[in-house]
C-alpha cells in the first residue's frame, strides 16, 4: 500500500518520524512489535529540554518509510490519551486483530467502507489508539 503513496514535498525538508509517549516503555515495546512486527533499530538514553528520556526506535517497514519511535520520560506519570492515532496498513487485518488482543490491545471499533476497505480501531495496552487499514484488492 505504501508504495501506492504518491509523495512529494514543497521544500527541502521531509518527515521522518513519530515520536509516542508511553508509560511502560518494554510493555509497549512488546506490543508494537508483536502485533506489527516492528524491528528495533536502536535505543537511547537522552535528555530533551533537560527532561531524562528512555526511546526504542524501530525501522522503517518500508523503503524510505517514517521511523517509529517509542519515548519514556522518567519524571512523567501517564501520558495523555488519543493526543494521535497511529497508521498501520495491514495485508491481512482478522490476523491483525487478534495479535492485537493477544498481545493486550483492545479492538474499539472495526468498519467495512464499500469499494474502499476495512477499517480497524485498536487500542494498545496504555489506551493510544492504532487505526488498521485493509485495502480492497
Known sequence: MASQVPFESRLDVNFM???????????????????????????IEAEIM?????????????????????????????PAEQELILGFAAKDIDAAMERAKAAGGEIVETLDLPGAGRLAF????????????????
Open 17 to 43: 518520524f513519530t515520536k509516542l509517549v508511553v508509560h511502560d516503555l518494554e510493555l509497549c515495546a512488546g506490543f508494537y512489535a508483536d502485533v506489527f512486527g516492528l524491528v528495533e533499530l536502536q535505543r
Open 50 to 78: 533537560g527532561r531524562k528520556v528512555s526511546e526504542i526506535c524501530y525501522k522503517p517497514t518500508y523503503a524510505g518509510g517514517p521511523l517509529l519511535i517509542l519515548a519514556h520520560f522518567h519524571d512523567s506519570g501517564t
Open 122 to 137: 485498536i487500542r494498545d495496552p496504555e489506551g493510544h489508539v492504532v487505526q488498521l487499514s485493509q485495502s480492497r484488492g
